[in-house]
């Protein structure tokens, strides 16, 4: 059959038509293909940001927790070594004066001697007292009128020194020494001290949230 002009250009247009229309369809698709995977991708890039970025704060919530910690345990250490400080400075100032006067030196020196020297078994030993040059020039007279004599009558002597370099005293007998001064006086009160502040602030420390 003769295809006629007319029906070769409704052919054509025909074709045309179904031509563009299958390309439209592929561009399209190719369209909505390329859309999909833009929007995966960005998905995909949202939750990697958002990822990075809990975990950059988990990271930074952990190190300021972290920094808190040290920083709190710091000042509990801190605060114990000011309060030391402190209470050392109180007793030296309750201990010093006495120390330093001389009448309750000259009585406390008297008890202790005589006490020694009536429970010590041996005789003929020798006490040495050890004052700072001033107590030492308070007492001289004492110790040479009263304390020798009583001394000689238990069989001892008695040695009087004034070459200590702190308010107080040390006595000497045989190979025992003991030491009464400032320093000696206060470290000794802060033994009944130091246990109740210790675990004051060790409680304070456990408190501290980990």
């Known amino acids: 059959m003769t295809e006629t002009i007319e029906t070769f250009v409704s052919r054509l247009h025909q074709e045309g038509i179904q031509a563009g229309n299958a390309e439209a369809e592929k561009i399209q698709a190719q369209a909505r293909r390329q859309a999909d995977q833009i929007i995966q991708d960005a998905r995909q890039q949202a939750q990697q940001i958002l990822t990075q970025a809990q975990a950059e704060a988990a990271s930074s919530l952990e190190k300021g927790k972290t920094e808190l910690q040290l920083a709190a345990r710091d000042t509990i250490l801190t605060l114990r070594s000011k309060i030391i400080q402190i209470l050392q400075t109180v007793l030296r100032g309750a201990v010093k004066p006495a120390l330093e006067d001389g009448e309750f030196l000259r009585s406390l020196l008297r008890d202790i001697v005589m006490q020694y020297a009536q429970a010590d078994s041996e005789k003929g ?48 007998v045989g190979d025992a020494t003991v030491e ?19 675990d004051l602030l060790e409680q304070a420390e456990k408190n501290i949230p980990s």
């Open 125 to 172: 030993r020798q006490i040495k007292i050890n004052l700072t040059q001033d107590q030492y020039k308070k007492l001289a007279d004492w110790a040479i009128e009263k304390a020798h004599q009583a001394v000689q009558e238990m069989g001892m002597s008695l040695d009087l020194k004034g070459t200590l370099h702190q308010p107080g005293f040390e006595y000497q």
């Open 180 to 198: 009464v001064t400032v320093e000696s006086t206060v470290q000794m009160l802060m033994q009944f001290v130091s246990p109740a502040l210790t």
